[in-house]
């Protein structure tokens, strides 16, 4: 089964209204193939600008959201104040979320849920340390976190859900996996899906790399069978440079 390339531009807490104008002016009169699809993840403040003024077949995402619709829970946005700002995605798991703010693997599971349940699609992030790779543990480390995830969802719920793998080593450091051991968790991770779930899901969903992806090693990571498009960190900010990891696939 085909499954549509996809690149996703997580702007992390980056940004200014000058920078979400010039990224949206780029990809606005941006050429790519139709086969690839492209969204982008500002932060929650510029999410109804960005919306607003982006051409409607690139999906705008947040990058978090809370597990309740509404309520006392200072600080947080839901589900359903991004569904009443159109916005169509929302990363959950990232690393960042995990290390810096403590969100466990059962937390991220059921923000995992409560965003598929509210309509929202979901690219949720796995990945290991350094020192977990260093050990062997890749697999059984991102083999929990998927698992994580899965137990709180039905097979159907997989349509709306893609997987970034994004080793904690490559985020932000310059370090980017080499195709061949992106690869070898991608395949991983879908043989999980195809045990666990079903050869069916584990068919279609989208298995993106991050860490680290520049224009210069988009076109060997994405010639591998298993990496169906990728979460781009720092270089989904140069509006030029995300453009050409988009063009990277044809
Ligand atoms: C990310 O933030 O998801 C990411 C992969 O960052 P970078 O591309 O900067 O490594």
Not at 129 to 157: M, S
Not at 244 to 249: A, H, M, P
Request: aromatic letters at 8%; glycine letters at 8%.
């Amino acid at each position: 089964m085909a499954r549509k390339f996809l690149v996703g531009g997580n702007w992390k807490m980056n940004g200014s209204v000058k920078l979400a104008e010039t990224i949206v002016n780029a990809l606005n009169q941006g050429k790519w193939s139709p086969n690839v699809e492209v969204v982008i993840a500002p932060p929650f403040p510029y999410l109804q600008l960005v919306r607003n003024t982006l051409r409607k077949d690139v999906g705008v995402s947040a990058q978090n959201c809370y597990t309740e619709s509404k309520g006392a829970y200072t600080g947080e946005v839901s589900t359903e104040m991004l569904k009443d700002l159109s916005i169509g995605w929302v990363i959950l798991g990232h690393s960042e979320r995990r290390m810096i703010f403590g969100e466990s693997d059962e937390f991220v599971g059921k923000k995992v849920h409560a965003a598929v349940k509210a309509g929202l699609s979901v690219i949720a992030c796995v990945g290991e340390q350094d020192a977990e790779r260093e050990a062997g543990q890749t697999t059984a480390v991102v083999f929990r976190q998927i698992k994580a995830i899965a137990d709180q969802l039905a097979p159907a719920d997989w349509a709306n859900v893609v997987i970034a793998y994004e080793p904690v080593w490559a985020i932000g450091t310059g370090k980017v996996a080499t195709p061949q051991q992106a690869q070898e968790v991608h395949n991983e991770l879908r043989g999980w899906l195809a045990k666990n779930v079903s050869q069916e899901v584990a068919d279609a969903t989208r298995i993106l790399y991050g860490g680290s992806v520049s224009a210069k090693s988009a076109p060997d990571l994405q010639q591998e069978q298993d990496i169906d498009g990728f979460l781009v960190g720092g270089a989904s900010l140069k509006d030029q440079e995300f453009l050409q990891i988009i063009s990277s696939r044809q």
